[in-house]
């Protein structure tokens, strides 16, 4: 029996002393212990003295690794169909592209210009996803990707995006279904751009020639932008190339356009300001004509009285 203790107990003295070794040794990895872990069977008593002498596994971490691996291995088909994640795959592309087409035209504000086909990519296929159309297999997109959760993520990423299209009114600015730019935003654009070349061809010197030249062409900006601007067919796009062209106008170029509307704002303001007189003085003309068509009848009874008494008494 003795024997058989001493050779017991060399035995776990040589595994200690080379776990020691090993662990003060050799500067040991998370990945490393990970692969020895894998590459050893996890009932041999080498695999056992490492875990518990090693400073970076535990037994709990053993747990951990278990339940990633059964995560990594769930069953997604049966939480969505393979119809409704192409749908998904697909909006998440054009989610992208309709992002950065937003990104790259924020300054200067090109947004309706230059992202409308994007986004009417992405509204058609959200409302794909959205519409209540079941798909083969008898399943419903909406559901399975919509409501099939509390943060319902799709539905909020799509809603920021349409929320910041609705704000930037780029409907005004774009034909329904997407296909193209309205007439008036291409003629005003035009305008735009006729106003600026003109601004080109004589920014070099004195500004007085570029003031006396091109007063003409801002003009008919300005009165285009006023018109619009009554017809609420003004986006986001057109406000802000707007401001750009007034502030080169006015403080880049030191320019001032005379306004032709005082003269009429000057006799109106006069006529308002002689109102009460004219008020006042007609009110006492008609009052005197009154009283001296009231003294009248008086007068002619007196006289017809007086000619009766003369009468009776004849």
């Known amino acids: 029996m003795s024997i058989h203790k001493n050779c017991y107990f060399l035995l776990i003295l040589v595994l200690n002393i080379y776990a020691l070794v090993s662990g003060d040794g050799v500067n040991v990895t998370a990945s490393d212990s990970a692969d020895t872990l894998t590459q050893s069977s996890p009932y041999s008593p080498a695999a056992s003295v490492v875990l518990v002498n090693s400073p970076v596994f535990r037994k709990p971490d053993v747990d951990s690794i278990f339940s990633l691996n059964l995560l990594s291995s769930f069953p997604e088909d049966e939480e969505i169909s393979v119809y409704c994640s192409d749908l998904l795959h697909i909006f998440g592309q054009r989610y992208v592209t309709y992002v950065n087409c937003s990104v790259n035209s924020a300054r200067p504000v090109k947004v309706c210009q230059n992202c409308y086909s994007s986004y009417g990519s992405l509204t058609e296929i959200y409302l794909k996803i959205s519409s209540d159309q079941v798909v083969p297999g008898n399943e419903s997109c909406r ?66 020639e570029l003031c006396k030249s091109c007063k003409n062409t801002y003009r008919g900006l300005n009165e285009l932008y006023s018109r619009m601007e009554t017809n609420t067919t003004l986006c986001i796009d057109i406000e802000d190339v707007m401001n750009v062209t007034r502030k080169l106008w006015s403080k880049e170029y030191n320019c001032s356009l005379p306004r032709e509307e005082t003269v009429p704002v000057i006799a109106v303001s006069s006529f308002m300001l002689f109102l009460p007189i004219i008020f006042y003085l007609s009110s006492f003309l008609h009052s005197e004509q009154k009283k001296r068509k009231l003294i009248h009848p008086k007068r002619a009874r007196s006289y017809n009285t007086l000619m009766n008494i003369q009468d009776k008494l004849s």
């Open 143 to 208: 559901d399975s990707i919509l409501r099939n959760d509390r943060l319902m993520l799709v539905y909020l990423l799509y809603n920021n995006l349409e929320d910041i299209w609705g704000k930037s009114d780029c409907a005004n600015c774009v034909t329904k279904g997407f296909h193209s730019l309205k007439n008036d935003t291409l003629y005003f654009m035009s305008s735009v751009n006729q106003t600026l070349t003109c601004f080109e061809k004589y920014k070099e010197g004195n500004y007085t």
